[in-house]
């Protein structure tokens, strides 16, 4: 049987519209040929998810992401289909975790495993979690740098401000002549250093020779060390005799009339005896005084007036021829 030409155009069109359904599903991550079953995850933010994101369990593409939608009345909540191949199982428990699948920010949902022993079903809603995004992993990764430099320049404004009350107007001058000093004394080692140069150069000959005279003095003691040991058992042998002669008791017995002493001017500085009141008491002195006073008044008169002490009578007898 002949077959007509319209047959085969419209046989030939079915065959690449399905084709075309099946490429488009696939390309999608849709098996037509394998069942599969449909969760949903409730999320505040999906940040940048997309239908067709790959669906991943243990880094393993097991699916895609569906439908994504508002949940009406529910202040901007979104619910996400997602779409796993049936021969995977999947616990009760499990999370749903929007993450980024790569480097330039695109998304993908993994599915986290949970520990129950009940599989979910077709259906049901998986609790739903969300990486940090770029921004947020940045921040958190920030602050901690962000307070440490915040307090790093509190530290050094306090700094700056201890170090301007320390190196005031006052202390820069006392530095400035601080180095001055040290620049002086730096001048003056190297005048000294230099000095000390041109003496040596001048006076090589004399050092040269008082070294020369230095290391035969050396050379004499070291040959006449039993001569200088003689020497010193020598004087070992008189600090001896010294020490076994009576000069121990000389010196205690002059210390006794040291003390005797003492206590006989004691007794004068305190007007003790006849001594004492000569020394303390001055009426004696004053008396004294008075006496020579009185007597070289007399003197005095004896010289001007004999007449009155000496009574001179004359005797003379006549004269005759």
């Known amino acids: 049987m002949k077959i007509k030409k319209e047959v085969k155009i419209g046989i030939v069109t079915t065959i690449a519209i399905a084709c075309f359904i099946f490429g488009f599903n696939f390309l999608k991550g ?4 394998s069942s599969q079953r449909e969760f949903f995850a409730v999320y505040n933010d999906i940040d940048g998810l997309v239908e067709a994101n790959p669906l991943l369990i243990n880094g393993n593409r097991v699916g895609m ?3 994504i939608k508002f949940i009406p009345d529910s202040k901007g909540q979104i619910v996400v289909s997602l779409i796993v191949q049936d021969e995977i199982p999947i616990p009760f428990n499990s999370v749903a975790k929007v993450v980024s699948s790569d480097i330039l920010g695109s998304k993908a949902i993994t599915i986290l495993l949970g520990s129950s022993q009940s ?5 049901d809603t998986l609790m739903s979690s969300q990486e940090d995004n770029l921004k947020q ?3 958190k990764t920030i602050a901690p740098l962000q307070i440490k430099a915040q307090a790093l320049l509190g530290s050094l404004d306090s700094l700056m401000i201890a170090f301007k009350q320390v190196f005031n107007e006052n202390t820069q001058k006392n530095l400035s002549k601080s180095f001055e000093s040290i620049k002086d004394a730096i ?7 230099f000095r000390l140069d041109t003496l040596v150069r001048t006076e090589k000959v004399k050092i040269s020779s008082i070294l020369t005279k230095i290391n035969k003095i050396a050379t004499t003691l070291a040959d006449n060390s039993d001569k200088l040991g003689n020497v010193i058992s020598n004087f070992s042998n008189i600090s001896d005799s010294i020490a076994k002669s009576n000069l121990t008791s000389a010196i205690n017995n002059a210390d006794v009339a040291l003390k005797q002493a003492s206590d006989i ?5 305190r007007g003790e005896g006849t001594m004492g009141m000569l020394v303390n008491n001055d009426s004696l002195y004053k008396k004294l005084d008075k006496t020579v006073e009185d007597l070289d008044k007399l003197m005095k008169d004896v010289r001007i007036n004999p007449n009155r002490y000496i009574n001179i009578r004359n005797k003379r007898k006549p004269y005759k021829d």
Do not use: C
Not at 30 to 33: A, E, G, I, S
């Open 137 to 139: 992993a940045v921040n």
């Open 187 to 193: 001048a003056s080692l190297e005048t000294t250093s």
């Open 65 to 67: 992401v569906g439908k």
């Open 30 to 33: 849709k098996n037509l040929f």
């Open 119 to 123: 599989e979910a079903k077709t259906g």
């Open 265 to 269: 001017f004691s007794k004068i500085n």
